[in-house]
């Protein structure tokens, strides 16, 4: 079987409203379970280009013991629990395969994988010219012939590991 390459598309203004309804049917359903829900990944950016896949950050107490509970809620609502080995998470995607609208990343509050990725999208919400060059980015490597999207995250990983590592040193600060 083969799947779309990666496409990445301009801003789409109605990219927050629909991370707002869908957090509310995962609040709904996960309730008191899941401490904090997030707009993440570059949906989450005013004015930055993305894959039109939302992007959901869901943050659990314990996310060994939340699994099972969390699962089950999620695919009751229309989410598939994609199993890959990533120790700081559970990854669950809505859509077909190819053509995907969410992906939800059920995660431990607090701890390294949440606040990696809400450091890197305040930066980018406070620092434009980043976030212009993080979508200019972007754009090139998605019109590599054949490319894929590990081939795609791979290609990002060093601009938004540098953003990070110039914050986590305080060569830059997190609000501009």
Request: net charge positive; hydrophobic share 40%; glycine share 10%.
């Amino acid at each position: 079987m083969s799947y779309p390459g990666v496409v990445v598309v301009e801003y789409d203004p109605r990219w927050p409203a629909r991370f707002d309804e869908e957090q509310r049917r995962v609040r709904e359903v996960l309730g008191a379970r899941a401490i904090a829900i997030e707009h993440v990944g570059s949906t989450a950016v005013p004015g930055l280009g993305a894959k039109p896949i939302i992007d959901i950050m869901v943050g659990v107490r314990d996310l060994a013991g939340a699994f099972d509970d969390c699962s089950a809620a999620l695919q009751s609502i229309g989410y598939l629990y994609v199993p890959r080995r990533l120790p700081d998470r559970h990854f669950f995607q809505r859509g077909p395969w190819g053509a995907r609208t969410h992906h939800l990343h059920l995660t431990e509050f607090g701890g390294a994988m949440w606040e990696r990725y809400l450091l890197f999208r305040d930066y980018l919400r406070t620092h434009p010219d980043v976030a212009r060059q993080y979508y200019e980015l972007k754009r090139q490597v998605a019109a590599r012939p054949g490319i894929d999207r590990a081939a795609y995250n791979a290609a990002k990983r060093s601009l938004i590991d540098g953003v990070i590592a110039r914050v986590a040193d305080g060569v830059d600060t997190r609000w501009g």
